[in-house]
């Protein structure tokens, strides 16, 4: 059975910091590309990082030179770290793993950005 759970999210203040991290198990976590992703309520899941199975990452712009991934093969674990937080990233974020039309999704952790 194939599991990506999510931890870390929050509430934190405009300015702050915290760190996703995503477990999964059930798969050779070494040959998926993982994903990070969040959702607002109304509004369509939007793609905020990937990480390559080497763990080369790239961003979306919005949070470009904030948000750094990473990952730990030996851990099966991918994180998110998050910094100079804004309001407008509050939302639901979710890991996902890709590889080839396979796919899996977490279940989502919240984060809350507000003073």
């Known amino acids: 059975q194939v599991q990506l759970v999510e931890s870390g999210g929050g509430l934190v203040q405009p300015g702050g910091s915290l760190r996703l991290s995503c477990t999964a198990s059930?798969?050779?976590?070494?040959?998926?590309?993982m994903g990070w992703y969040r959702q607002v309520p109304g509004k369509q899941r939007e793609l905020v990082a990937i990480?390559?199975?080497?763990?080369?990452?790239s961003y979306t712009d919005s949070v470009k030179g904030r948000f750094t991934a990473s990952r730990d093969n030996a851990k099966n674990t991918v994180y998110l770290q998050m910094n100079s937080l804004k309001p407008e990233d509050t939302a639901v974020y979710y890991c996902?793993?890709?590889?080839?039309?396979?796919?899996?999704w977490g279940q989502g952790t919240q984060v809350t950005v507000s003073s």
């Open positions: 990480i390559s199975e080497g763990g080369t990452p």
């Open positions: 059930g798969i050779v976590f070494g040959f998926y590309v």
């Open positions: 996902n793993a890709l590889s080839g039309s396979t796919i899996y």
